[in-house]
């Protein structure tokens, strides 16, 4: 009772990155709570498969529910099988991907179970809270830390009083690792059909087709950003070249994206995707807050721009001022010469 879930998404027996990463988060909420981490997962064919993917990052508790109709993923079924679980085991705390499946099932869960949910966040913490209004004083809650009103504030919601307190976040917001410390590491495996009413596998899925990525931004050591500076989509083709003198991926704001400079699977920020590399190049980037929270935990940060007070350079280690007309052939004139 009253322990912290994290909701497994899989693709077919593979556990989704984002998931191992909320089960690390998980596991650090759970310890400060003094309450125990519990995961569930869904899917055909996945008893035996998944536990490893799993149990090694902490979890206490994992709720396996494996059924034919399960896989591919469809609303209803998942829906079920997570009202009726929470009805039973009341947790305080739910964390699940802001995935395209995730940010389906998350408001049909919330709004079953009359909970509420908060979107997209980029911190979790626990703290306290006390509501003006009342006076009332509420004791370790799930503080859920996200942009807002177009990523001009960072706002701190609370969920007082109803259960579970549900968050959303990205992959590659929360950095994935191993336990180190003991868990118990249980598996339990329920009765699908408990939990699952027949209706809801009215709706089938007649073709199932996941596209591989084609780059890998979110692995990369080293990304070379491009801002709306950039001045269109030939000025994008010069970061194209420093990225492969420098064996890097190239990444965009959102600015830079929705002028059609670059494209939107390579936007990095909170719309995009939040990558955390030893080296983060901008070039021609001004440092929105929606953008440095999609980069603001890479190792060292060297900003090249024409503006010296742009707010980018405040998180950056190093600052080049200049255009980037300027620095970036520079740039790839250096790199070439002395990667002979």
Avoid: W
Avoid at 154 to 169: G, S, Y
Avoid at 170 to 181: F, I, N, T, W
Wanted: proline residues 4%; charged residues 20%.
């Amino acid at each position: 009772m009253n322990n912290v879930f994290v909701y497994c998404e899989i693709e077919g027996t593979v556990v989704a990155e984002v998931s191992q990463e909320l089960l690390t988060k998980g596991r650090k909420l759970a310890d400060e709570l003094g309450v125990e981490l519990h995961a569930v997962v869904a899917g055909t064919g996945i008893k035996g498969q998944v536990e490893s993917q799993i149990l090694p990052y902490g979890v206490d508790k994992l709720f396996v529910f494996d059924g034919k109709d399960l896989f591919p993923y469809t609303s209803a079924p998942h829906t079920d099988i997570l009202v009726n679980l929470f009805k039973e085991e009341c947790p305080q705390i739910c964390l699940m991907g802001a995935t395209v499946i995730g940010r389906d099932l998350g408001p049909r869960v919330s709004s079953s179970l009359t909970s509420g949910l908060t979107a997209d966040c980029t911190q979790l913490e626990i703290g306290d809270f006390q509501d003006v209004k009342t006076g009332k004083e509420y004791k370790d809650l799930l503080y859920q830390i996200r942009p807002a009103f177009g990523g001009n504030i960072v706002a701190t919601i609370v969920n007082p009083d109803h259960r579970p307190q549900m968050a959303t976040v990205r992959s590659g917001v929360m950095q994935k690792a191993l336990y180190e410390g003991s868990a118990r590491g249980e598996v339990v495996y329920p009765d699908v059909d408990k939990y699952v009413s027949p209706e809801a596998y009215v709706v089938k899925v007649l073709d199932h087709h996941v596209e591989a990525a084609r780059h890998n931004l979110k692995g990369a050591s080293i990304v070379v950003s491009g801002g709306y500076g950039m001045g269109s989509r030939e000025g994008f083709e010069m970061l194209f070249e420093l990225a492969k003198v420098l064996h890097a991926e190239v990444g965009a704001s959102r600015a830079a994206v929705d002028a059609g400079f670059c494209d939107a699977d390579r936007q990095i920020g909170q719309t995009g995707v939040t990558v955390h590399p030893k080296v983060y190049i901008a070039c021609g980037i001004s440092g929105q807050i929606q953008h440095i929270a999609g980069m603001q935990d890479s190792s060292i940060i060297i900003s090249v721009n024409s503006d010296p007070d742009a707010p980018i350079n405040r998180i950056a280690d190093y600052v080049i001022v200049g255009t980037v007309e300027e620095v970036i052939p520079k740039l790839i004139k250096y790199y070439k010469k002395n990667s002979k």
